[in-house]
Every structure is written in structure tokens, then in C-alpha cells.
């Protein structure tokens, strides 16, 4: 049995293809930092806290030579779980005890229990220490699964000093609401927190935030608005910090003007939002039918009238899709003037109603998870060929993105413009690089690139 003592412990965030750090295509200087590691090395009991080392390959390499663990603990959507899988086997060969949690594990627990020691389920807040109990009591389990009910007023504040010398735009990164209350078909999220809506005290999100350094700050919540008494509130509260910050947020706004006030009021400079689909079928397709895509332009030109930006995002290859929904995005996305475009192909990803259905169908055409990164072609479109899909959604983003759209846009919208030009050119540089990440190359990308190549010999793909 093991001794309680100090523990060494790494946790590492992976990333493949397009996002990792040197070798893929997304400026750093877009990039927020996330608060899943520094969060968890926070949650570390006292009396446990050996060295702490923290790497997230979205802005740093990582050699996983040079890394001396007890424990190792991994995170990953359902694009990185391969390369999480990967770092796993190598660690374990190495006698190290890994972990993983995150979104991916939550949803596929099962399949991560194949390549790693323990699987974390859900929030960690309570469970994460408990297996560092457990390890060291020699009891870790293979399955934590979270308690029913959070007490979201302990959370402790993220130890954001282990970001302070990597490449990211700000380190400032809260969240205030766990969970979604919608049940749109293709998200996660409503899996991953069992369809749980939960908020902080808004006095303990106004704390955080004004223990923060410099003035912005990026709100990371998935659905912070759908309950527009705390959201009012939460705004409303902040105004006296004079703080500028972004989020997300959902098309219902749009008839909520004093959250939009609140919002103004107190520093919003950017949202974004998932319009989706520029046709109502497509949106009640995936169970998202509350979009109402009559209400689009107005909800633009309210944003726009209260200076703040907004980042639409754009699916294509909904069952409702033909070869023309590009031309319709686009001719959207010049009329409205928006500011930063997002397009993503439709993603079934594992667990979720949509996987199923699609599953069942005989749709899915790999289950090689690094190629889900919603840049991807993965399925059988409805109306159209793979083919037809991925060249339109690459094309979209150079359309949207060459100088002469980026200067109409913009010209019409007047917004936060020291904001808006650099997310721009940011994304002008990441949608010019997509095409060197054909889908041959992603099936590969999973490998450690960095171990011999005996020791990716060894590595298995799970496809």
C-alpha cells in the first residue's frame, strides 16, 4: 500500500491538427487560456502538493520525455481524445498512474478506461481530490462519478499562475453557469452535466472578477444567459468594476432588452452566438427550433447600437442542407455585417441523440475521434456528397475572410475595432491553413510526435 506523501503531479491539456502549438494553423495571439488544469491544481489538497506543472499543447510543445509524475492527468474533447490516449499509454509504459477527465471521457467512459489508470465523469470539484486521496491510501478507483449536487460556492479560484508565462491573450477566464438547460440534438453539454442548469453566487463570480489584473476578462460559461434574472443581475453587478469582457450567449437575447442594457452597461465587448442555421427547418432539425432566424438582423443591430461585437457561428450540413446554404451564409454574414464568421460542419459527436441517430442510420463514416473537430466531414450528408460539404465549408471561410469581405464587414459594423481587425486577420491566417490538414493527415495526427518511433509502434489507434 501506498505511503501518503507529496505527489508529483502533470496535467497536460492535448491538442491535435489544426490547434497545436507550432504545427497547426490558429494564431496564439487569439487564444484565451481555459480553466480546466488551472482549476484542478487548485482543487490539489495542501498536504498533497508536491511539484505542479501544468502544459497545454495549444500553446507550448510538449515533450513527454522530460516529464517526471506520480500522477499524470489528462483532459480532452472527443478531437483530442486519441493523442490524450496516446500520452496515456506512453505514461503508463512508463510506470506512471494516469487520469483522464473532460468532456470526452464524460462522454465515452467506458472506451478512455481502455488506455488510462482512472476516469473522472463530470465536474471534478469534488472528485478530483478524492482520488488523489485514494492513490495515495493505495484505493484509487477506476470510475469517479460526480456527487448529485455541487455546492458551487466553494469553488476555489483557478491557480492562473501557471499560465502567467504562456502565449495566451489573457488569463482572465471565469464562469459563472454550469450547464444548459436547451437539449439541442448535436451539443454535448446537456450530456456532459446531465442536463443540469447551474449558477455561482453572483457575489463570489463579482469577487473573482475584480481580484483579476487589467481590465478584460472572457466569460467561458456555455449557456450563461437562458435564465435572464441571474444573467441581468450578474451584469448589472459588475458595471462598478469597469471591466471589459466577452462571452457567449443564445439568439433569445434578442427580445430581452434590459439584459442587453446590462449587458452594455457593463463592459460587454463581443458575444458569441450560435445562429446555426439560416433556415428554421435546419434549426428544428437539431432540436434548436427557439432560433428564430426572422429575428437575426435585429438581433445584429441591437448588439451593434450597443458597441458590442458579435462572433456568429455557423453550421453546415444539417439534414435540411443543400450546396446553396453557403452561398446563403455568406450573403448573411454581409448583409447583417457581422463581425467575426465561425463555421463549423455539423459533428455527430459520441453520446450525444445525434450520434445515435446517425449511428442507426448507417451515416457515421469513421469513428477516428481526431477526425471530429468539427472541421471535418465525419458522416453521410443528407443532400449532399463528403466532398461537396468539405470543399464548401473550406471555401466558406476564404470567402469570408478575404480582405474585400473583412472591409465590408467591418465598415458596416463599427464596432470594437481594436478587437474585431485582430480577430480577423487571427482568423484570416487559421481558415488559409485549413487545407493542410486534409483528412489523411488528421487520421494520423493522434500520434506522440516527440516519443521514438518504437514507442508510437506500440500506440494503437482506436479506430
Given at each position: 500500500?501506498?505511503?501518503r ?15 497545436r ?7 496564439l ?6 480553466l ?7 482543487l ?33 474533447i ?45 465536474h ?8 488523489l ?10 470510475f ?45 453539454t ?19 472578477v ?75 432539425s ?61 459533428t ?19 469513428e ?7 472541421q ?24 469570408a475572410?478575404?480582405?474585400?469581405s ?25 481558415c ?8 489523411g ?8 510526435a ?9 500506440i494503437?489507434?482506436?479506430y
Amino acid at each position: 500500500m501506498n505511503t501518503r506523501r507529496k505527489l508529483n503531479i502533470a496535467l497536460i491539456s492535448p491538442r491535435t491538427g489544426l490547434y497545436r502549438h507550432g504545427t497547426g494553423v490558429f494564431p496564439l495571439s487569439l487564444r484565451y487560456a481555459p480553466l480546466n488544469m488551472v482549476t484542478l491544481a487548485a482543487l490539489i489538497p495542501d498536504d498533497l502538493r508536491g511539484e505542479i506543472t501544468v502544459y497545454d499543447e495549444s500553446v507550448e510543445s510538449v515533450d513527454p520525455t522530460k516529464i517526471k509524475a506520480d500522477i499524470v492527468g489528462l483532459t480532452g474533447i472527443t478531437g483530442v481524445s486519441m493523442r490524450s490516449y496516446a500520452y496515456a499509454e506512453y505514461f503508463r509504459r512508463q510506470g506512471i498512474t494516469t487520469v483522464m477527465g473532460g468532456p470526452h471521457a464524460t462522454l465515452m467512459p467506458e472506451e478512455a478506461a481502455q488506455h488510462v489508470d482512472a476516469v473522472v465523469i463530470g465536474h471534478g470539484y469534488e472528485t478530483w481530490p478524492r482520488l488523489l486521496n485514494d492513490f495515495c491510501e493505495g484505493k484509487m478507483q477506476k470510475f469517479y462519478y460526480p456527487p448529485e449536487k455541487i455546492d458551487w460556492s466553494l469553488l476555489p479560484d483557478p491557480h492562473r499562475e501557471f499560465f502567467a508565462r504562456k502565449s495566451f491573450i489573457t488569463t482572465n477566464s471565469t464562469q459563472a453557469v454550469f450547464g444548459c438547460p436547451n437539449q439541442c440534438e448535436f451539443c454535448v453539454t446537456p450530456i456532459v452535466c446531465k442536463g443540469n442548469y447551474e449558477r455561482r453566487p453572483i457575489e463570489d463570480v463579482y469577487a473573482e472578477v475584480s481580484r483579476m489584473p487589467g481590465r478584460y476578462v472572457t466569460f467561458l460559461d456555455p449557456s450563461p444567459v437562458e435564465n435572464t434574472e441571474y444573467a441581468t443581475a450578474l451584469y448589472r453587478s459588475l458595471i462598478p468594476l469597469k471591466k471589459r469582457w466577452g462571452g457567449l450567449a443564445t439568439t433569445r437575447i434578442v427580445d430581452q432588452p434590459e439584459l442587453l442594457d446590462a449587458m452594455e452597461a457593463s463592459g460587454c465587448f463581443g458575444l458569441l452566438i450560435g445562429f446555426e442555421s439560416l433556415s428554421p427547418g435546419g434549426n428544428k432539425s437539431i432540436s434548436k427550433g427557439f432560433n428564430d432566424t426572422s429575428k437575426y438582423r435585429r438581433l445584429v443591430k441591437e448588439l451593434h447600437a450597443r458597441n458590442i461585437a458579435v462572433m456568429g457561428c455557423f453550421v453546415h450540413g444539417l439534414d435540411s442542407d443543400r450546396s446553396d446554404c453557403f452561398k446563403y451564409t455568406l450573403d448573411f454574414i454581409h448583409e447583417a455585417n457581422v463581425d467575426l464568421p465561425r463555421f463549423t460542419v455539423c459533428t455527430p459527436f459520441p453520446g450525444t441523440p445525434f450520434f445515435n441517430r446517425l449511428k442507426k442510420e448507417g451515416r457515421i463514416l469513421t469513428e477516428n475521434w481526431t477526425l471530429y473537430d468539427a472541421q471535418h466531414v465525419v458522416f453521410q450528408p443528407k443532400h449532399m456528397s463528403v466532398e461537396e460539404l468539405q470543399e464548401g465549408h473550406i471555401d466558406c471561410w476564404h470567402s469570408a475572410y478575404n480582405i474585400s469581405s473583412m472591409f465590408r464587414r467591418l465598415a458596416g459594423s463599427r464596432t470594437f475595432l481594436e478587437y474585431t481587425i485582430l480577430a480577423n486577420i487571427g482568423y484570416r491566417l487559421y481558415c488559409r491553413g485549413h487545407r493542410r490538414f486534409p483528412r489523411g493527415r488528421m487520421a494520423e495526427d493522434w500520434k506522440l510526435a516527440c516519443t521514438t518511433a518504437e514507442d508510437i509502434a506500440r500506440i494503437k489507434p482506436a479506430y
